[in-house]
Each structure stands twice: as structure tokens, then as C-alpha cells.
């Protein structure tokens, strides 16, 4: 990592770890959401952990209490989510593995080792596929029992997903870049986008791209030309399509940005938490995760702020099951939930 890069990183964590103290007082007027505890993260399963690494693109510090410092992690990291119809699957970044988790009854029920810092998650073509920042590959799991089907080169720093309804796309964090898999792992083309992609989101045909560093949305076909480069928030993050509507969030902005899928039209830019990241559309509202507040909140396609609650500590996903919707707490070894409606 180069030292513009970790001076960079270093702005954003202090950021986040400095708010925290701010987050617990919003956070006392926010409803409460249930807490499942995900334990140490230790894989009984699977393959290709490696140990804990705070070194690379991506870096997240742990808040010890308020005092404006940076430590090593004292949790496993839980950072992603997806939903495969039975279980949530959480990926645990600093043990290097992915924890499932019943929905019918919220009992953890397995840990499987991946690769080297797992941080995005997605479930497509019957699989769970699982983002490894620091091996710079994805792996491709069994969703009933675990097993690795298989493991499969990306850019550098793989860090997002998305599915068009036939291939993956993973988006590269360090090499500014998108890897587009077919769902046996093949690769079928690497595409070049802005800085530091993050969120992924297929909405209007197009592959929707945040780039984290150059406060744009990439537009790509899903041949992997660039339609078109759009003008969002400062430190985009998550993507999510809605309708054909797509929503961007912009971490440092505190704010959302909904744009016209078919053209890119900005339709309004809304006020929500502070660390504005993922994001998710539940078929009614918006749900978004504010990362320096340890909020989650319920959004309208209007932009309206209808509810808000309560997390764990330091969220930074979120994803919807039909019913409830999960958000992983990054420094509370935890996943909560509530019900959408």
C-alpha cells in the first residue's frame, strides 16, 4: 500500500472513529432492532483462510470507546450480507471466513473458512459468492453445506458485487476496474471504471458502478462498454436499483442520490445519517446504512426519512429477506434485524 493511499484511508477512519461518540446520542431516539451474537467467526469448514491482515486498500478500525484512537480489531468484522432464500450469510473479514445464520429462527448454523478478507457478498446461480480483498479472487460456495465449488482470480482488491441475471460482476477496489464471471467462474472480460469502485447495482440494462474516490457513477452495458459517467456525492459507496430508479449512497455527504436509470438523471439528492453505505430497495422503501451513526434508516422513494434504528456498532451492509431486513455490525461481532414493515 502506498503511503498517499494510507494517508488517504487514514482521513476516512478517523472520520468514522471521531463520530462515533457523536452516534450514540442519535442513536438513543432510534427504535430498537434485534441482536444475534455471531461469535468468534472460527471456520469448522471449507478452505483458504489466511490470518488476520489490517494491511491493504480498505482498512477498517475498530472505535475503542470514544477516544478518538485506532486499534486492532477486537471482533471477527462482520462487513457484508446477502440472503439466499434460507439463511443470511455474513462475511467476517478479520477471521478470514463467512458465518451463516437461519433466517426462520436467527440461529447461527456454520462458519466456513474463504479467503484472505472477505467484504462483499452475493447470492446468484444458486451460490453464495464471497469478495476476497486481499487474495484478489472470489470464492464460490455451496449454500447447503458450505463446501468451496470453487475459487476464481478478480482484479486487485475485489470489493463489490452484482449479477445481471446471467454473469457476476465484482468490482476491483485497487485496480479501479470491474471483472465480469460467468456463473461457473469463467472469466469474460475485465472493464476499466473510475476510482476506487465500490457498490454494484444492475438497474435499466446497465451495470451501475460507485466510485468511491471520483464522486461518480460509472453506467456499463453488460458488454462492458461505458455509457456514461455520472455526478454523485463525495465518497460514493452503495448502489441500489429501484424500479428504474438507481440509488447511490454518499458516505462523507450524508446524503443519498437518486438517478434515472435510463439516462442517468439526477432526481434529487436526500438527507440521511452520517457514513451514508449500503443500501438496499425492499420493494416499498429504501433502506440505507449510516455507518458514523450506527443507524439504519427506512427511506421513501420520495427521499423522505420514515424511521430510523438502531444497530450494532460501525455497519456498513445491509440486505432484505421478504420480511426483515439484516445489517452486519462490523465492531459488535454481531447481525441485527427488523421487520420491514
Request: glycine content about 14%; overall charge positive.
Amino acid at each position: 500500500m502506498s503511503l498517499v493511499r494510507l494517508k488517504v484511508f487514514s482521513v476516512a477512519v478517523f472520520v468514522a472513529v471521531s463520530t462515533m461518540t457523536l452516534s450514540v446520542v442519535k442513536a438513543q431516539d432510534a427504535q430498537p432492532m434485534s441482536e444475534i451474537t455471531l461469535g468468534s467467526g472460527t471456520a469448522t469448514s471449507g478452505g483458504g483462510a489466511n490470518g488476520l491482515s489490517m494491511v491493504g486498500d480498505g482498512v477498517v478500525a475498530v472505535d475503542d470507546g470514544g477516544t478518538g484512537t485506532i486499534s486492532s480489531p477486537s471482533t471477527t468484522g462482520p462487513e457484508a450480507v446477502a440472503f439466499d432464500g434460507t439463511y443470511i450469510w455474513v462475511a467476517m473479514q478479520f477471521s478470514d471466513s463467512v458465518t451463516r445464520v437461519r433466517v426462520k429462527d436467527g440461529v447461527v448454523s456454520g462458519t466456513f473458512a474463504v479467503g484472505k478478507r472477505p467484504v462483499a457478498l452475493l447470492y446468484a446461480g444458486s451460490a453464495i459468492w464471497v469478495a476476497n480483498l486481499l487474495s484478489n479472487n472470489v470464492t464460490k460456495l455451496d449454500p447447503a453445506t458450505g463446501s468451496v465449488l470453487g475459487t476464481y482470480a478478480a482484479g486487485s482488491g475485489p470489493g463489490g458485487f452484482t449479477f445481471d441475471g446471467t454473469n457476476i460482476w465484482v468490482a476491483n477496489r485497487t485496480s479501479n476496474n470491474v471483472t465480469k464471471l460467468s456463473k461457473a467462474g469463467a472469466n469474460l472480460g475485465t472493464f476499466a471504471v473510475g476510482k476506487r469502485p465500490m457498490g454494484l447495482a444492475f438497474a435499466g440494462g446497465s451495470i451501475w458502478v460507485a466510485n468511491n474516490f471520483g464522486k461518480t457513477v460509472t453506467r456499463l452495458s453488460t458488454a462492458g462498454a461505458v455509457v456514461g459517467t455520472y455526478a454523485v456525492g463525495q465518497g460514493a459507496f452503495g448502489v441500489a436499483a429501484q424500479g428504474e430508479n438507481v440509488w447511490v449512497t454518499n458516505y462523507f455527504d450524508k446524503t443519498v442520490t437518486k438517478l434515472r436509470a435510463s439516462d442517468g438523471l439526477n432526481l434529487g439528492t436526500f438527507k440521511v445519517g452520517d457514513g451514508a453505505a449500503g443500501i438496499v430497495f425492499d420493494g416499498t422503501n429504501m433502506w440505507v446504512v449510516c455507518n458514523g451513526d450506527s443507524t439504519l434508516m427506512k427511506v421513501s422513494p420520495t427521499g423522505t426519512v420514515l424511521a430510523t434504528y438502531a444497530t450494532g456498532k460501525g455497519p456498513f451492509a445491509v440486505a432484505y429477506d421478504g420480511a426483515n431486513v439484516w445489517v452486519p455490525n462490523s465492531a459488535s461481532n454481531s447481525v441485527s434485524k427488523t421487520a420491514a414493515n
